[in-house]
């Protein structure tokens, strides 16, 4: 049986999983900005909580992408072009989640005293969310 199909819908999932990531991130992103101004915490602190938020579910959708572009590279015939197009992808989305983890965090990751991936900022926004508060902030910017 050939694997190809099986591997091919594989990385269509991942892709979409990606894309949905992004998308429910942004609903996400204005409900808790909507929050934030309803408790009247100001427009500078639901700005604030739109972009970290929209930041993280971006970030973690475009890990997502990644690891349905290396799927597909991996599991179809590969050829030095299709490597140089997952080179140049990977690279591409690479410089992406670097500078938006950089807005996010105000600081370049390996300076960061606490590490926090995409899914972690969207985590604390949700707690700070349920608590009806903000975010705590650990030294350096980052949310945890």
Not at 18 to 33: E, M, N, P, Q, S
């Amino acid at each position: 049986m050939p694997l190809a199909p099986v591997f091919s819908t594989i990385a269509i999932t991942f892709e979409a999983l990606g894309v949905t990531a992004i998308a429910i991130g942004f609903v996400i992103a204005l409900w808790f900005a909507a929050l934030e101004l309803a408790r009247g915490h100001g427009g500078r602190a639901a700005y604030l909580t739109l972009r970290r938020t929209l930041g993280g579910a971006i970030l973690l959708g475009l890990e997502v992408l990644v690891a349905a572009d290396l799927i597909r590279t991996i599991t179809s015939k590969p050829s030095i072009d299709e490597a140089l197009i997952l080179g140049i992808i990977v690279l591409i989305r690479t410089i992406l989640s670097l500078s938006i983890q950089i807005e996010i965090d105000g600081t370049l990751p390996w300076r960061r005293a606490l590490t926090t991936s995409g899914a972690q900022v969207v985590a604390a926004e949700a707690s700070s969310a349920r608590k009806g508060g903000r975010a705590r902030r650990a030294p350096g910017g980052s949310s945890f």
